[in-house]
Structures are given as structure tokens and as C-alpha cells.
């Protein structure tokens, strides 16, 4: 398949799950049957791709998004707009189970969840006004100037309400915020906490997908009862702060967080606002990280449970995610690149491509084909790429995208891929393998373009493009 093909199976992937909600607004399912509403970090990486193909179409599936946002700030990681369509209907737990509603700061009319998911829209924002650039300032610097108070908002959010005790760390409040719903890493913090009666609920997803490479019916149990006590508690963040059964400081979360600040940092420098709130944010990660999560035993960084008061020792690609900090130092990050480039992460041929397993094959959970307790997943790839570039790894930032391609390319557009065989498992023609693929061509395209200009115009060295 050429890369040109491939582009176009993308896209046609992309208009596939497109879903109209009026005649302003639209988002991209993550899949048909399996996710049918709007997710949240999904949107970002489907705006990520957007951004590169089709720009209004970007805009659109962020505000579309962003409609949904709380009054406090908060970004629910559903949004369930149609939720009366055929489709919407089958899809638990849906809008009746978290009636977002008891909630005095959620939107009156549009239903949503009550939690977040990882923070990357920032990183889409920015996207879409570097394109919008080559068409004219004026025009980009509206698009930030709708966008900067919004992520601002969501943003503030999490370094208040989610980090009470200013440690520059998020805390979540369910797996299902951490974007890798069932890792192993909340095993040991979920066994306190009660399992729900689930009699009156009958499981969709196992009806879409093999069961054996979903969560566990213990697992859900646990996972609703945190539901109901978040709602029972009106989804009041400072009574959930006391008392919630499940409290981690999210280290993947937080290093997504502490690089879309980045990006906010520089909004808010063309913009000419204030940006001593987003420094010191950036700042206290930095602490917090070397205080709480190093672990100088393995040499990797743990998420820390507040309620146990400890590291989560668990070898995972959350680990790896610190790379996104440029103040971690030289040994902590050598430390970190050698844990990358071992057997345990797939560095050294052992696994069917080079891609990171969502968990290393040392830990005792790996298992390769189940959802985030092995399976390579594109956008944490992804995610890793743009962090080793970022810092100073171009060639191996690039070795991972180039992979991706091969990937996608031999087994198609899958939500994830058996660590051990490459098999494209979970939900078909998922969008933000699509949307993210089509980042890299164009990524690629920009770097082959820009290595050839430095070329045959060494003075546009310094007008670097970016990964
Ligand atoms: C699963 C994933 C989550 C994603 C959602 C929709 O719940 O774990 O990260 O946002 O599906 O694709």
C-alpha cells in the first residue's frame, strides 16, 4: 500500500464516523457501536489529524467538544450528544447512569460524564492554528483567542480542584480518566474499593468486542461503584477529595498536562496575556514529579496513591511519559531511554513491530492482547514520538512514527494490536489510528521537505518545523 493510499483509507475512516449534531456542530465517533457519542481526548487526536487534512472540520469537532465543558472548568470525558439515535441507545453506562445533571456546575441541557480524560487538546489547538497561520495571522489569532480562555479553564481546573495539596500533580478519581481504563496499574488501589451490585446492568461492550480482551466483570463492578459514589456526592470535588475510595496522582495524565501547558504558554505569549499561573504550574510538576513518583530502585517514575500514601510499582508505558518534562535531568532521562530500548519495552526485535507495549513484558500482568494490560496502542506511540523529539531523540521519534505506518499499513486501522503477533484488535476503523497517521504523513512530509530546503538553503536552518 502506498502512503498515498493509506492517506485516503484514513480519511475515509475519519467521514465513516463522522457524526452531524446540527448545522454548527459534529464530532467523529472513536468507532461505530462500541464508543457512539463524543470522547474527549479521542476529539483531540481527531482534531490532531483534521488539523493536517481538512481545518474547519478540526474546529468544529473541538467546539463541538468544548460545548460540553462545565462551569468549573471540568472537560467531561463523554459528551453524549444524540443520545435518543438508535445506536446511543445500546451503549452503557449512558447518560441515565450519571445523570451529570445533580450537578449544579454541568451543563443544563447537554448530558455528559463526570469525569476527565487525559488533557491533550491543547496540543490540537495549537495545531490548527499553526495551519491557519499559513493563511493569514489575523484569522489564527481569533481561533486562539476562542480557544486559550476555554483550555485555560479546564486546565485551572485540574491544578485546583484535582491538586488540592499543590503538589503540581493530578489526582483522578477512576481509572477510566487515565485514558488506559483497565491497566494494571490500579489493580492494587481498586481492591479496596467496593464492587457495585450489577444486576440491574447488563455490560455493552462485551456484546462488541471478545470478552476475553476486556475488563473484567470484577474489575466493572469496582469501576460503578466509583460512578455512583462520584454522583451520590454531586460530583462535588471537594467532598470527593476527602473521601473518595480511589485517589491516584496520574503520572501519564500529569506529563500530558505539564506539555499542554506548554503549548498554552505560548498561546498565551501571542496572545500578550499573563503567564506566571501557567509557569508556576509547569514548576510544581517538576517538583512534585522528583518528590513523589521517582522510584531510584527500578530507575522509572510510579504514579502515587493518595490513600495508600505510596508509589504504584508497576512497569508500564506511563512510566516512560516524564521524557514529556524537560527538567527531569541527564541521568533520570538515560534511565529512562534504557528501560525504552530493552526487551522489556520491545527494543531489541523481541516483539512483531518496534512499538511500545502499553505494559512491559516484565511486568507479571502483561498480557499481549488485552485492551491496556500489554497491547501497543497508536496514540501512546504517538505520544511517545512527540516526546522523544521533543527532547532530542529525532531519529528514534521518527524509527516509532515509521513503525506506526508499517503497522497500520499490514493490519489496518484497529483501536489496539497484540504486542506478541501485531493483530489489529478491539474496535474496527478507529478514528484516532486514522487521525493520527495522517499527522505522521504530514509530518513526514514536512521534515522531508525541510531537510531538503536546508539543503539547498542552509540560512533556512533556523526555521525548524517541528517533528
Ligand atoms: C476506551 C479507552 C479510552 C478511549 C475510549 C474511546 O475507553 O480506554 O482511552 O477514550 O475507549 O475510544
Known amino acids: 500500500m502506498s502512503d498515498y493510499e493509506l492517506q485516503e483509507a484514513a480519511q475515509r475512516i475519519l467521514s465513516g464516523n463522522w457524526t452531524t449534531v446540527s448545522s454548527k456542530e459534529g464530532f467523529t465517533k472513536p468507532t461505530n457501536g462500541l464508543y457512539p457519542f463524543q470522547w474527549s481526548w479521542d476529539s483531540a487526536f481527531h482534531a490532531m489529524g483534521y488539523a493536517r487534512t481538512d481545518v474547519t472540520k478540526a474546529q468544529t469537532e473541538l467546539r463541538t467538544l468544548f ?54 487538546h491543547a496540543y490540537a489547538v495549537w495545531q490548527v492554528f499553526a495551519t491557519m497561520r499559513d493563511e493569514g495571522e489575523r484569522k489564527a489569532k481569533n481561533w486562539l ?27 483522578i478519581y477512576h481509572p477510566w480518566e487515565s485514558g488506559l481504563d483497565n491497566s494494571p496499574r490500579w489493580d492494587e488501589s481498586l481492591e479496596k474499593v467496593e464492587k457495585a451490585d450489577m444486576s440491574a446492568y447488563v455490560r455493552r461492550d462485551t456484546q462488541h468486542v471478545d470478552k476475553k480482551q476486556r475488563p473484567s466483570d470484577d474489575a466493572y463492578a469496582r469501576y460503578m461503584s466509583l460512578v455512583h459514589s462520584l454522583r451520590d456526592a454531586r460530583y462535588d470535588d471537594e467532598r470527593i477529595s476527602r473521601q473518595h475510595a480511589f485517589r491516584v ?15 498554552l504558554l505560548q498561546m498565551a505569549t501571542a496572545l500578550g496575556k499573563a503567564t506566571d499561573e501557567i509557569e508556576s504550574w509547569l514548576d510544581a510538576y517538576e517538583t512534585g514529579l522528583e518528590e513523589l513518583c521517582w522510584d531510584e530502585e527500578d530507575g522509572l517514575y510510579y504514579d502515587y496513591d493518595l490513600i495508600a500514601e505510596k508509589r504504584v510499582r508497576c512497569k508500564t508505558i506511563a512510566s516512560l511519559m516524564p521524557l514529556m ?71 528514534y521519534a521518527m524509527a516509532l512514527c515509521e513503525e506506526l505506518i508499517q503497522m497500520v499499513k499490514r493490519e489496518g486501522f484497529y483501536e489496539y494490536y497484540a504486542t506478541d503477533t501485531g493483530e489489529g484488535l478491539g474496535g ?7 487521525a493520527l497517521v495522517l499527522d505522521i504523513l504530514e509530518r513526514r512530509q514536512l521534515r522531508l521537505s525541510s531537510a531538503l530546503d536546508k539543503l539547498l538553503k542552509p540560512e533556512a536552518a533556523a526555521a525548524d518545523v517541528g517533528v
Open 67 to 120: 460545548a460540553g465543558q462545565w462551569s468549573n472548568g471540568l472537560l467531561p470525558h463523554i459528551v453524549f450528544h444524540n443520545a435518543d439515535s438508535d445506536e446511543a441507545q445500546g451503549y452503557f453506562p449512558g447518560p441515565d447512569v450519571w445523570r451529570s445533571s445533580v450537578s449544579s456546575v454541568a451543563p443544563d441541557t447537554l448530558p455528559t460524564s463526570g469525569l476527565v480524560q487525559p488533557p491533550v
Open 145 to 171: 483567542r476562542e480557544m486559550y480562555p476555554k483550555l485555560l479553564h479546564f486546565h485551572r481546573y485540574l491544578h485546583t480542584a484535582r491538586d488540592p495539596e499543590s503538589t503540581g500533580l493530578i489526582t
Open 249 to 263: 496522582k496520574d503520572i501519564f495524565l500529569s506529563s500530558l498536562l505539564y506539555r499542554s501547558n506548554g503549548y
Open 325 to 395: 518534562s524537560v527538567g527531569i535531568g541527564v541521568a533520570r532521562r538515560e534511565s529512562l531511554i534504557t528501560h525504552l530500548e530493552s526487551r522489556d519495552f520491545c527494543g531489541e526485535g523481541n516483539c512483531s513491530y518496534g512499538l511500545k507495549p502499553s505494559v512491559s513484558l516484565s511486568d507479571e500482568s502483561y498480557s499481549p492482547k488485552l485492551y491496556w494490560r500489554g497491547p501497543v496502542w497508536v496514540n501512546a506511540n504517538w505520544l511517545l514520538s512527540l516526546a522523544l523529539y521533543e527532547q532530542g531523540h529525532m531519529d
Open 428 to 434: 474496527k476503523n478507529f478514528s484516532w489510528s486514522a
